[in-house]
C-alpha cells in the first residue's frame, strides 16, 4: 500500500509498504477513505517530537472502513463506517478511568498513531483497542462532517469543557487556524456572553467574520486593548491559547482579567516561559495539556443534530498519491488553505 512515511527530520516520503495486519485480538484494520493533515503532523517533520519514530507512517486525522477486527473487539464489525481517535487507550488503567485517556499508561497509550506507530496518511491502518479508538458514524453524517472528530475537533471540544465556561463570560480564543475554529464551535456550545477571537492573518479574521457573524475578531498589536473594551472586568474570563507561536503565550496572560481560567491548547515548538513576577497578584488558574479524546460519540451526536460543521474548513481535496503536493500547500500557507482532505483516488 502507498503510505506517506516519516524518513529523517525534514523529510516525508510516500512510499510501499505492507498492510497492516493484526497483532493483537482487540486491533482493527480500517481501510482510510479520507484523512487530513494537522500542524502536528508538521510539528514531527520539524523535529519537534523528539518522541516520533523515523519509519512510521504519520497522519492521526482519519475516518474509513472496518476491514478487519481481532477477536475481542466488540463495538464495531467489519463494514462499519468509522471515525479514528487521536490517542491510543486500554479503558482500564486509571487516567483512562478518570477520563485522562491523553495519560493511559499502555506502552502505546495516548498520541501513538502517527507519531509513535503507523498512522493513517496511508491505505490502511491498524487501530489498537479499536473498542476504544473508533466510533462509528451515523448514517446522517457524511465522512467530511465526521473528518475532524478523532483530533482537532476533539482538541476543541476537550479545550471548552476543561475551561468551565459560564454565560456571563467573556472568551478570548487566540488563533484562528483550524484548531482554533474547532475549538470556537465548541466554545459557542456553551453559549457565553462574548466571544473573541484574535487573529494575525486577515484572511483567517475574514473567515471568522463571514461564517461566525456573532464572534468579534481583533489582531494581536490591538488584542490586550481590544478585550479590555470589550469585557466586563477588564480582560477575559477565560483565554484559550490555540496559537502556539512565539508571544502567543505572554498575549494569554496578559489579556486575562485577575483570577481568569488560561487553557493552554496549542503545541509549541520552543519552551514557554511563565513570568510569576509580573504575574504576582493576577492569581489565575492555568490548564494544560494533550487533548483528552474521549468525547467522539458525543460530538458525533452534535454532529448529526446540526449543532456543529466543520466542513467549511475544508479547503482543499488531494489524492493520496499527490499527499506531498498537500503538503507543500498546508505547510506554506497557500492558497487560502485551512484544512486538506485527502481522499483515497
Same mark, same amino acid.
Given at each position: ?37 494537522? #500542524? ?10 523528539? !518522541? ?15 476491514? +478487519? ?124 456572553? !462574548?466571544?473573541?477571537?484574535? *487573529?494575525?492573518?486577515?484572511?483567517? !479574521?475574514?473567515?471568522? +467574520? ?11 498589536? *490591538? ?54 513576577? +509580573? ?35 475544508? #479547503? ?30
Amino acid at each position: 500500500m502507498k503510505a506517506l512515511t516519516y524518513m529523517e527530520h525534514g523529510k516525508f516520503k510516500l512510499i510501499e509498504k505492507p498492510k497492516p495486519e493484526l497483532l493483537n485480538p482487540r486491533d482493527a484494520i480500517v481501510r482510510v477513505t479520507l484523512g487530513s493533515i494537522c #500542524t502536528s503532523d508538521l510539528h514531527i517533520k520539524h523535529g519537534s517530537v523528539p !518522541r516520533a519514530v523515523p519509519g512510521i507512517t504519520v497522519g492521526h486525522e482519519m475516518v474509513g472502513i472496518v476491514e +478487519q477486527i481481532g477477536d475481542e473487539v466488540t463495538t464495531v464489525q467489519p463494514g462499519d463506517r468509522v471515525t479514528v481517535n487521536v490517542e491510543t487507550f486500554c479503558g482500564e488503567c486509571f487516567f483512562c478511568k478518570n477520563g485522562y485517556v491523553n495519560n493511559c499508561t499502555d506502552s502505546d497509550g495516548g498520541w501513538a498513531l502517527g507519531c509513535r506507530i503507523d498512522g493513517g496518511q496511508a491505505e490502511y491502518v491498524r487501530v489498537p483497542y479499536a473498542d476504544q479508538g473508533l466510533n462509528k458514524i451515523p448514517d446522517s453524517v457524511t465522512d467530511e462532517q465526521a473528518l475532524f472528530v478523532g483530533d482537532v475537533l476533539a482538541t476543541g471540544f476537550w479545550a471548552a469543557r476543561i475551561s468551565e465556561i459560564t454565560p456571563e463570560d467573556t472568551v478570548l480564543i487566540i488563533g484562528a487556524g483550524p484548531t482554533g475554529i474547532c475549538t470556537l464551535l465548541c466554545v459557542m456550545l456553551k453559549k457565553p456572553k !462574548r466571544i473573541i477571537v484574535c *487573529e494575525k492573518e486577515e484572511a483567517r !479574521r475574514k473567515f471568522v +467574520q463571514k461564517y461566525y457573524e456573532q464572534v468579534l475578531t481583533c489582531t494581536p498589536e *490591538e488584542c490586550e486593548k481590544y478585550v479590555q473594551e470589550h469585557s466586563d472586568h477588564g480582560g477575559a474570563d477565560v483565554v484559550l491559547e490555540v496559537a502556539g507561536a512565539g508571544n502567543t503565550f505572554e498575549l494569554a496572560w496578559k489579556c486575562a482579567r485577575p483570577n481568569a481560567t488560561v487553557t493552554v491548547v496549542a503545541l509549541y515548538d520552543e519552551a514557554q516561559t511563565l513570568p510569576l513576577p +509580573q504575574m504576582y497578584g493576577k492569581n489565575l488558574t492555568f490548564k494544560t495539556g494533550g487533548v483528552d479524546g474521549c468525547d467522539c460519540a458525543e460530538i458525533l451526536k452534535l454532529i448529526a443534530e446540526g449543532k456543529i460543521d466543520t466542513t467549511p474548513l475544508i #479547503t482543499h481535496h488531494f489524492a493520496l498519491e499527490d499527499i506531498e503536493e498537500a503538503y507543500r500547500i498546508f505547510e506554506n500557507r497557500l492558497d487560502g488553505v485551512i484544512k486538506i482532505a485527502i481522499t483515497e483516488k
